[in-house]
């Protein structure tokens, strides 16, 4: 065991991987000589060579059409979007084949791919830096896609998405490449692909989140905890498939479940997992479930950043009007 941060997590997960299995290249907008933005991908180039660590040109449709290409010709390619808000770009691919070919082919070829991207805010970037726009991919049949919070489960998904059979979005926290720290496994290891992780137990309200958010949960939690209430937290870790048996036995047992992300609330993934659990639990919910997430903008400014994602004050705030209902 060895404590990791994020990035550490992520990259070491990748080393493995290439180490184990030659297919396994790595292709995006600097990730080979400069080791990437954030450096997760740094002594990649080194170790692996030009060949499997691929500098591109600035086109993110190019680097995830070129992706789809090299993964049904046999290759599995781990492409890098550099920021979250350029992932727009590459929804012709994504959508019109990452997500088709399996059923356009009737399983002839599949795309065992994988798109990483940093995501979401709180790092003091532009708009397009900071975005959350998981609700895009999710909607989007035929990949999966997960975000881990702690780098135990960064490492551990990275490499279970890079052996998955079928396209994987992950997508990376930046608040806490380097923020987040864990003991993490020296050796590969895969964490569940569809399975959520119970980051705290409780019995009177439930925090479900993902990603950087789950931190402001467990922060919540424990605000509440001092006032003597008791809120259990879901790191849901999958967004699709959704661990549904997990998300339901929570809403089940407290009664009340409040999700709480970084995206605006209209359209976006916290309202599937509320309108799932109104359909699925509703006799044994005490009150509405309730969404906490950002404001229907667009990604302000830094010195606004942190009135537009919530907080853990925000959360406590949700949960204590959820519990008074």
Same mark, same amino acid.
């Given at each position: 065991?060895?404590?990791?941060?994020?990035?550490?997590?992520?990259?070491? =997960? +990748?080393?493995? *991987?290439?180490?184990? /299995?030659?297919?396994?290249? #790595?292709?995006? %907008?600097?990730?080979?000589?400069?080791?990437?933005?954030?450096?997760?991908?740094?002594?990649?180039?080194?170790?692996?060579?030009?060949?499997?660590?691929?500098?591109?040109?600035?086109?993110?449709?190019?680097?995830?059409?070129?992706?789809?290409?090299?993964?049904?010709?046999?290759?599995?390619?781990?492409?890098?979007?550099?920021?979250?808000?350029?992932?727009?770009?590459?929804?012709?691919?994504?959508?019109?084949?990452?997500?088709?070919?399996?059923?356009?082919?009737?399983?002839?070829?599949?795309?065992?791919?994988?798109?990483?991207?940093?995501?979401?805010?709180?790092?003091?970037?532009?708009?397009?830096?900071?975005?959350?726009?998981?609700?895009?991919?999710?909607?989007?049949?035929?990949?999966?896609?997960?975000?881990?919070?702690?780098?135990?489960?960064?490492? =551990? +998904?990275?490499? *279970?998405?890079?052996? /998955?059979?079928?396209?994987? #979005?992950?997508? %990376?926290?930046?608040?806490?490449?380097?923020?987040?720290?864990?003991?993490?496994?020296?050796?590969?290891?895969?964490?569940?692909?569809?399975?959520?992780?119970?980051?705290?137990?409780?019995?009177?309200?439930?925090?479900?989140?993902?990603?950087?958010?789950?931190?402001?949960?467990?922060?919540?939690?424990?605000?509440?905890?001092?006032?003597?209430?008791?809120?259990?937290?879901?790191?849901?870790?999958?967004?699709?498939?959704?661990?549904?048996?997990?998300?339901?036995?929570?809403?089940?047992?407290?009664?009340?479940?409040?999700?709480?992300?970084?995206?605006?609330?209209?359209?976006?993934?916290?309202?599937?997992?509320?309108?799932?659990?109104?359909?699925?639990?509703?006799?044994?919910?005490?009150?509405?479930?309730?969404?906490?997430?950002?404001?229907?903008?667009?990604?302000?400014?830094?010195?606004?950043?942190?009135?537009?994602?919530?907080?853990?004050?925000?959360?406590?705030?949700?949960?204590?009007?959820?519990?008074?209902?």
């Amino acid at each position: 065991m060895s404590e990791l941060n994020l990035v550490q997590a992520v990259n070491q =997960g +990748l080393r493995q *991987a290439m180490e184990s /299995d030659k297919r396994v290249m #790595v292709l995006g %907008e600097d990730v080979g000589i400069n080791g990437g933005v954030f450096r997760v991908t740094e002594g990649l180039f080194k170790r692996f060579g030009p060949d499997r660590v691929v500098d591109t040109p600035l086109a993110e449709l190019g680097i995830v059409g070129t992706s789809v290409g090299l993964a049904m010709g046999g290759m599995r390619p781990v492409c890098e979007i550099q920021f979250d808000g350029f992932l727009p770009a590459t929804l012709d691919q994504v959508i019109c084949h990452i997500g088709r070919i399996r059923n356009r082919s009737r399983g002839k070829y599949t795309v065992p791919m994988v798109l990483r991207s940093p995501h979401g805010g709180l790092i003091h970037a532009p708009e397009h830096h900071s975005e959350s726009p998981e609700a895009y991919l999710c909607h989007t049949p035929g990949i999966k896609v997960v975000c881990p919070s702690t780098p135990q489960d960064a490492k =551990g +998904l990275i490499i *279970a998405a890079i052996n /998955d059979p079928d396209p994987v #979005v992950y997508f %990376e926290p930046k608040a806490l490449y380097r923020a987040a720290k864990g003991e993490v496994p020296d050796q590969p290891y895969e964490t569940p692909i569809g399975k959520a992780r119970l980051a705290r137990e409780g019995t009177d309200i439930s925090l479900i989140s993902w990603g950087a958010m789950v931190h402001s949960c467990l922060k919540a939690a424990n605000i509440l905890n001092e006032e003597g209430i008791s809120a259990e937290v879901l790191d849901l870790r999958t967004l699709t498939p959704l661990d549904i048996a997990a998300i339901l036995a929570t809403a089940e047992k407290t009664g009340r479940a409040l999700i709480a992300h970084e995206a605006p609330n209209t359209g976006s993934w916290a309202a599937e997992i509320s309108a799932l659990i109104s359909e699925r639990a509703l006799l044994k919910l005490q009150a509405p479930v309730r969404r906490v997430g950002s404001w229907d903008i667009r990604m302000p400014l830094f010195r606004l950043e942190k009135y537009y994602i919530p907080d853990a004050g925000r959360i406590v705030k949700a949960a204590q009007e959820t519990l008074s209902f």
